[in-house]
């Protein structure tokens, strides 16, 4: 993410549609190559293509976001240009995620600890559903929670504590001591509010290594749905009040310029109080259009499907955010910043609806190969959101914005 | 602290309803007059076939090595070996004492579904018109693509089937012999039929004929659920029987809606709705694996209050186990499919299962 002020140059807003046509056009090629179930890869079985792209959607942040670019340069320089800097860092962010999914996951932890991270040690395991098909998607299923962890932890940091307490140390201490503390604190979400699930996608269930989902009677549900939903309402507000109100109300609470511990402690409780709120809305509107949910309901009645659905939601909004962001230059950029805030949030989330009926509409059936409908078991909108919101950030990032922004 | 609560504890934010005016709000389900569809004395279930294939790992190893749970069904070179089919006998017994015989399903191996029928005497049923009519519940490979085995003997039965059909469905129904491409590039037999359809075709969807649903006799409804299914299929259609001073009982191919999502609907659209029982797949633990969601289902079907609830199938055995367990009234089945020529290797001791052979009368 970017939070750098407007240039105030002329936008052309015609090239921004262009580059954002170009993008999806690159997403629907890489969609039909890796993930499309009757073309070339058909990862979408759906979890182990879902542990691959939000495995290189934490690749980028980590390398953006929490190492601050490092060890490459900050911006691109005469010598190393904008094009040769975000290829570089694409292809490192590419062998991190086949390093971090292939081998940290699969080859060391679930190797040497937590056997449910690698289909290996699960197969080895022995027992009831213990094959490659089912072992691949369990282990793929707890990476993708580690993932969304590490995803929350990191983007609030980001906009939180940003180089607090460390503004005064160098990139490379920077850099490290922000990869220790977003993973400390990731392994303790995912230990809260997935752990419990993985535990018990097994049977017997593995219930000396975690606990039975403590959420269950208030959420109508055992599924880990329920932390997935809540933490991708908590991302929209980190997204939108980073990238849509250019870092307000938090940049009040800087200090010359940098975050303070308060800062970050409020974004915290601010992002999460209003990712309830939104979580709760949406859980209002959908037992508006589909009756309420109740336990052990399938399809639109499972409460499971509605906390992974609110997710789901506030994944298009996030996606149209960056968009309006980076492609159509955080319109409209009108002198007040809390009417132009306003409006940018009420645009994101308009955008997040177009792309919803896009997702459950015939033209996804012809662009993604989708079965038309909703709550399909084994499809979530995820997927393709966040491959979109990789190749975003990877122009947007890496690319420094390249062609459409030039230096 | 129950979900209630916590939702009433949010609610107190006085802010989520102010954005909704959620409180305000009726749905058109709610408002919509019940439905009347009459009764019946009682109903009977021949299971002819439940194990639509024998070996789990086989079938999953074919839809990974093919592209996963999303992929188009006729993509995938199946292993014929592997095949079996669904197929259950469903005996109406009218208020007035007169038995009606449906059949549900026509498998999927030719060579399987075959046998079943010449064991339970299927083929004079079919050619005599005893069997009056057939419903496909959905146009899975395992309730469909046998079709030939039943058009043989009555191609001009009439048949209900989702209105959710792709192209290489209705080309299988008039006819068609259709392969799928292995890893070599050639061409496998995936199924064929060469005795077209010729009788009444009513395509099911989720308007019904009136009220949303089809009421072929009184007391039996067919309700159509256009929901996605895996392997490229969409919507099921599911029988409803309303048996007097029982109750509702639903019969089903693989409950792809959802168990309680029926009995929802039923509560919310039937006239004297009272939960009785089931019969059929339900679409639980597919390939015996877990998931917390599956015990949100046990704790569902008791806050429900199903009285009598015959699984087979799809529901998975360690679904029905661990049901049983928790006290839910599972009908158990015996070992008369162990006669049988091929068994699933999933099947347990336990006799969870309603299986090949069983029947059950609600």
Not at chain 1, 291 to 316: K, L, N, S, V, W
Request: charged share 15%; with cysteine; net charge neutral.
């Amino acid at each position: 993410m970017n939070t750098t002020a407007q240039t105030g140059q002329k936008f052309n807003y015609f090239f921004g549609l262009i580059n954002l046509v170009a993008v999806f056009c690159i997403v629907w090629l890489l969609w039909y190559v890796f993930m499309n179930p009757n073309t070339v890869m058909k990862l979408y079985t759906p979890m182990y293509g879902f542990s691959l792209v939000v495995g290189f959607l934490a690749a980028i942040v980590l390398l953006n976001n929490v190492a601050g670019g490092y060890p490459f340069p900050e911006v691109s320089t005469q010598r190393f240009g904008p094009v040769q800097r975000g290829i570089a860092m694409t292809v490192v962010a590419v062998l991190l995620m086949l390093f971090l999914v292939y081998i940290f996951f699969w080859g060391f932890i679930g190797k040497f600890g937590i056997a449910y991270f690698s289909p290996q040690s699960i197969i080895a395991s022995g027992g009831q559903g213990a094959e490659i098909f089912n072992a691949r998607e369990n282990a793929s299923t707890a990476i993708v929670y580690y993932f969304t962890a590490f995803l929350l932890v990191a983007l609030f940091w980001s906009t939180g504590f940003d180089r607090w307490p460390w503004q005064n140390d160098d990139r490379g201490v920077t850099a490290w001591s922000r990869l220790f503390a977003v993973t400390f604190f990731s392994s303790i979400i995912y230990i809260l509010l997935f752990h419990p699930h993985v535990c018990y996608l097994f049977y017997p269930a593995q219930d000396k290594a975690g606990v039975e989902s403590w959420w269950a009677d208030f959420a109508g549900t055992g599924s880990a749905f329920f932390g997935l939903g809540l933490v991708l309402c908590v991302l929209f507000w980190i997204v939108a009040s980073d990238l849509l109100w250019d870092g307000y109300p938090w940049k009040y609470l800087e200090k010359e310029g940098e975050s303070t511990w308060a800062k970050g402690v409020v974004v915290f409780i601010v992002t999460f109080v209003l990712g309830v709120i939104v979580l709760f809305v949406l859980m209002q509107i959908m037992n508006y259009f589909w009756d309420e949910a109740f336990m052990g309901g399938q399809y639109t009645d499972g409460p499971d499907f509605r906390f992974i659905h609110a997710g789901e939601i506030c994944g298009f909004f996030i996606l149209a955010a960056f968009i309006l962001k980076h492609y159509f230059n955080n319109f409209p950029n009108l002198n007040s910043l809390w009417v132009g805030a306003a409006i940018r949030t009420i645009l994101a989330m308009a955008g997040g609806m177009l792309f919803y009926w896009f997702y459950y509409s015939p033209l996804a059936t012809f662009f993604l190969a989708k079965v038309p409908g909703v709550a399909q078991p084994g499809d979530t909108s995820l997927v393709w959101t966040i491959l979109f919101l990789s190749v975003i950030m990877v122009q947007t990032d890496f690319f420094e914005g390249w062609p459409l922004k030039k230096r | 602290m129950k979900r209630r609560t916590f939702l009433k504890s949010l609610a107190a934010t006085g802010v989520a309803t102010s954005l909704t005016g959620a409180g305000a709000l009726t749905r058109e389900a709610r408002a919509r007059k019940k439905i009347n569809f009459g009764e019946v004395k009682s109903v009977r279930v021949d299971v002819l076939s439940e194990t639509s294939w024998f070996d789990n790992d086989n079938l999953k190893k074919h839809m990974l090595d093919y592209g996963g749970a999303m992929t188009n069904q006729y993509n995938i070179p199946w292993d014929w070996d592997n095949a079996g089919g669904y197929m259950a006998l469903l005996t109406v017994t009218t208020l007035e004492g007169k038995e009606r015989k449906i059949l549900l399903d026509s498998g999927w191996n030719n060579d399987w579904v075959d046998y079943i029928y010449e064991k339970n005497n299927i083929p004079a049923m079919l050619k005599s018109g005893e069997i009056e009519f057939m419903v496909i519940s959905h146009w899975h490979l395992d309730h469909y693509w046998g079709i030939e085995s039943t058009l043989k003997h009555k191609p001009d039965i009439t048949m209900y089937a989702p209105k959710t059909y792709y192209p290489e469905d209705m080309a299988l129904l008039k006819g068609a012999h259709l392969t799928a491409k292995n890893k070599e590039g050639e061409d496998v037999h995936v199924c064929k039929n060469d005795v077209p359809h010729t009788g009444k075709l009513i395509l099911c969807d989720p308007d019904g004929e009136k009220d949303g649903i089809y009421n072929p006799m009184p007391g039996v409804a067919i309700r159509n659920f256009d929901v996605p299914i895996l392997l490229r299929v969409r919507g099921e259609n599911v029988f409803y029987f309303n048996v007097k001073d029982k109750g509702i009982v639903t019969v089903t191919g693989c409950c792809h809606p959802g168990l309680l999502s029926l009995f929802s609907y039923a509560r919310k659209n039937f006239e004297g709705y009272k939960p009785y029982g089931c019969y059929g797949g339900l679409h639980i633990t597919l390939f015996e694996t877990w998931d917390p969601k599956f015990d949100d289902i046990i704790k569902g079907v008791k806050a429900f209050k199903i009285q009598k609830l015959a699984c087979n199938h799809c529901t998975g055995w360690i679904w029905a186990e661990k049901a049983a367990a928790a006290g839910i009234p599972v009908v158990k089945g015996t070992d008369k499919y162990k006669s049988y020529k091929r068994q699933s290797t999933v099947a347990t001791a336990s006799n969870a299962f309603l299986t090949n052979g069983d029947h059950v009368i609600f």
